[in-house]
């Protein structure tokens, strides 16, 4: 039914509830986008839209030749305008779901990482989730489902799908180059399985590689590389995901006193927090914070 296989349980539980006619007018999809959470969202919209009401939608019908070619009138796509969902994109999509639909079927909106939505565009969002109007369907799909209001998750119905485990992605990839170490880093840092076959397909992972190999000569000389003093700023989140591993792997150095082992997994959680915090601000000493962990880590002399 899908081609990522941890989708097919509930594609298949919604399309039997589409059948019957019992499927709900909101759904949250708690997968991130990096494990195919739009694709699910994708999947959805196809097939409550076919013409032909098959599951996976048949490909074939008007319906599923506008949605292919991108314009059908009665889909809308919603995502974040830089780093939130402002109200006034919520607000003027209520408006176009108040619309009666032009093909006389669904009605269908998806909101792209919906924990996005500042307070003001949630509570936007509110009336048409609580009177959403015949034939509408909210399809949330969000990376962090504890990032949405209680009010929002409370008024849709949770679509029962989880992330793949590390064996179901590496079943999936078959891929020969890849082993199980370079797997385990790497899936977290790119952020999951749709996203590390993108990383594989294209050069991304490989300068992932080379900038994991810069980030322990950092560790093991005691300075930061010159090569990461000279990172673009697109990489630097990739940096502190990596630097996080390679210090969760030096927990498991062989002899590693108790003490020390403390320390560094002290300083691991230190980088992840920062790794969140910075996110939501403008601009980043990117340098000076490399610099801070690697004398933290030379301090501990092991």
């Known amino acids: 039914m899908s081609s990522l296989p941890w989708l ?21 999809l708690p997968l991130p986008v990096a494990d195919g959470g739009l694709v699910l969202a994708e999947q959805i919209v196809a097939s409550c839209l076919c013409d032909n009401h098959t599951s996976p939608a048949c490909g074939q019908c008007r319906a599923c030749k506008l949605l292919a070619a991108g314009n059908h009138p ?28 032009q093909q006389g079927g669904y009605r269908i909106a998806v909101i792209q990482q919906s924990e996005r939505m500042n307070q003001a565009a949630a509570n936007a969002l509110l009336k048409t989730l609580e009177e959403p109007g015949r034939n509408t369907l909210l399809l949330l799909q969000t990376d962090i489902a504890g990032g949405l209001l209680p009010t929002i998750t409370s008024r849709c119905q949770r679509v029962n799908v989880q992330p793949p485990t590390i064996d179901m992605v590496a079943n999936w990839l078959q891929h020969p180059q890849l082993s199980s170490a370079e797997l385990a880093w790497s899936l977290p840092v790119v952020g999951g399985a749709v996203a590390l076959q993108q990383a594989l397909a294209s050069d991304r992972l490989m300068q992932l590689r080379q900038l994991k190999a810069w980030v322990e000569q950092s ?36 002899g590693l006193e108790p003490f020390a082992s403390a320390k560094v997994a002290e300083l691991a959680n230190r980088v992840m927090q920062d790794n969140r915090q910075l996110m939501h601000m403008p601009s980043v000493n990117y340098l000076a914070l490399l610099q801070s962990y690697v004398i933290e880590y030379k301090r501990l002399k092991f």
């Open 8 to 28: 097919t349980s509930a594609l298949t539980q919604l399309h039997q509830q589409q059948r019957d006619e019992r499927l709900a007018h909101a759904l949250l």
């Open 219 to 254: 560790f093991n000389e005691g300075h930061v590389a010159q090569q990461l003093a000279d990172l673009k700023e697109d990489n630097v989140f990739d940096v502190l995901k990596l630097v996080y591993h390679v210090l969760l792997e030096k927990l498991k150095q062989p």
């Open 74 to 101: 009665d889909v809308y796509w919603l995502k974040a305008d830089g780093h939130q969902i402002k109200v006034e994109q919520v607000r003027e999509l209520c408006q176009s779901l108040a619309a009666t639909a």
